[in-house]
């Protein structure tokens, strides 16, 4: 079992940068793979990126892919969530979901661990 908690959104002006992290309680932490995700309402929960385990391979949604950057302190229990060059089409609550993998996993169906969500809004 695990428990996550996302923070770090907010209000930002498009070109603006935030961190997301995503804090997970229990002792096997190193063993998720990790990932991010958002929705707008009414939309589906759409993949922006995911890391495996031990932080050695990442992947990114297109629509992110130069912008984000996510990344791992396995000591902190901490996944992280760059995002430079905001855009107003990155509005969404953004979501960090978790499963025990030893490999990357991009869909919203293969993460069996969720977060409540932080809201990002980008203001043109």
């Known amino acids: 079992q695990v428990q996550l908690v996302e923070s770090g959104g907010g209000l930002v002006q498009a070109g603006d940068s935030l961190r997301l992290s995503c804090a997970a309680s229990?002792?096997?932490?190193?063993?998720?793979?990790m990932g991010w995700f958002r929705q707008v309402p009414g939309k589906e929960r759409d993949f922006v990126a995911a890391?495996?385990?031990?932080?050695?391979?990442?992947y990114y949604a297109n629509s992110v892919k130069g912008r984000f950057a996510i990344s791992r302190d396995n000591a902190k229990n901490t996944v992280y969530l760059q995002m430079n060059s905001l855009k107003p089409e990155d509005t969404a609550l953004y979501y960090c979901?978790?499963?025990?993998?030893?490999?990357?996993?991009?869909?919203?169906?293969?993460?069996?661990?969720w977060g409540q969500g932080t809201q990002v809004t980008v203001s043109s």
């Open positions: 979901a978790a499963e025990p993998s030893f490999t990357l996993l991009t869909n919203a169906f293969e993460y069996g661990y």
């Open positions: 229990g002792r096997t932490f190193s063993s998720y793979a």
């Open positions: 890391i495996s385990w031990n932080g050695g391979s990442t």
